[in-house]
């Protein structure tokens, strides 16, 4: 079973920084890409930034410059460090790949994590 588990999130003031994590099981995760995307209460679900299995990124512009996606391969786990946070990064942050065990095709999310950035 694919299993994506999020953490890291928070209540944090503008101009402050959180860390989270994805701890990923249930696939070849040294091979998968991965991204985060997020949701903010009456909006649609954006991505945020990705990360390919060789180390490639790309990222919304809205958080270029301050966000940074990166990844362990040893820890089956990927991170996102979110620096100079605005209250419009408030949302719920996902985690997300797209192959599963044996490579199969899908949409796979974690729960998400709240954060929440206040003035």
Avoid at 31 to 36: I, L, R, T, V
Avoid at 40 to 69: C, H, M, W
Wanted: with cysteine.
């Amino acid at each position: 079973q694919v299993q994506l588990v999020e953490s890291g999130g928070g209540l944090v003031q503008a101009g402050g920084s959180l860390r989270l994590s994805c701890a990923a099981s249930g696939m070849l995760f040294r091979f998968n890409d991965m991204g985060w995307y997020r949701q903010a209460p009456g909006k649609q679900r954006e991505l945020v930034a990705a990360i390919s299995s060789g180390g490639s990124t790309n990222y919304a512009d809205s958080v270029k410059g301050r966000f940074t996606i990166s990844r362990d391969n040893a820890k089956n786990t990927v991170y996102l460090q979110m620096n100079s946070l605005k209250t419009e990064d408030t949302a719920i942050y996902y985690c997300y790949t797209d192959r599963g065990g044996l490579g199969r095709r899908g949409d796979y999310w974690g729960q998400g994590t709240q954060v929440t950035v206040s003035s």
